[in-house]
């Protein structure tokens, strides 16, 4: 902040997100899988029960050095991308779209092998076991993702699915569900035209996902309609599924195990929510308002206003101008024709954006 001019400045605290994941539980006395450490009997808390409010003290002081360093023209903007809360468990979606006849293995002797395999506990969760009782299980944290999938892929995977008979399978953290379209998936078989009528089907039969208890698991389904927009809309997924609040959420890839809910396989215990934090303070910021459904997607056209600059016209989001003393008087500008034609992005750019990914340990 001090070495190099500057017009916006941004920092980011990956820290509470990544204790948040793993310390949840021994904060959160609800917890399924609290802990409170080796001195409990004594009603001794476990050595992290206070690591989260730690974590957070100390991301505020950061913050506090910050705004010694800014003057007082600077507008300050605290946000979180997510919230967070309580994990139970993971649901292995397709494992239920099996047992529901909506996705099928294939037939031949390899596959037949991998899947007895996988119920006989030669799965990732297993070895994820074995791993962590010998003490090695950084090892994983240190292979390269590329790495890491092809070891996921000797286990039963996509690989094993057999398209020509599967309707719907699911990929992606939290509950993303995809319909094995033709046209779309290389293997689809579901026309365009019955996309609907097959989406209800899917979404019939997920709201039969029960725990041992008989307990309805899931909270809401999300049509692709409702949240996407825009000309790659349809490439998204057809529907999101929230699982008890939540508090489940779908493992990313095939199957940890051959169970339809089962335990997270690197332990977490907390995880994201889709209520977020958002601060404002400077000049010409109202003082102690309350903001009532604000959007992530309001945040750029809200930072592009407060630097003085116009806001695209077709950008998604609208300036929060209720965080203002005076209502804004935001100047919008049209994106020329020619300067809406999608360029793509070149090898150097590409590269870039990788890099920033593996940076935030996305890749
Ligand atoms: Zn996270």
Redesign the pocket.
Known sequence: MQAEPWDVFMLHFLSL?VMQ?GLWRFMDPTHPRHETGPSSPDGAGSPYENAIRDGYARVDAAIGKMLDVADDETIVLVMSDHGFGPLHAIVNLNNYLMEKGLLHLKRDPWTRLKAAAFRQGLTPATIFRWMSRLGVQDLVARTSKGTRNKMMGKFLSYDAVDWSRTVAYSMGHVGQIYLNIAGREPDGIVARKDRLPVLEQVMDALKELRDEAGRPLVTRLIPRREIYHGSHAEHGPDLHVVLDDYQMISFPLFATDDKIITEQIRGDSG??RSEGVFIASGPGIGRGKTLVGANILDLAPTILHLAGLPVRSEMDGRVLGEILETPPDVRFTETQPEQRQETGLDEVESAEVEERLRGLGYL
Do not use: G, K, L
Request: with cysteine; aromatic share 0%.
């Open positions: 997100d994941h995880c994201h």
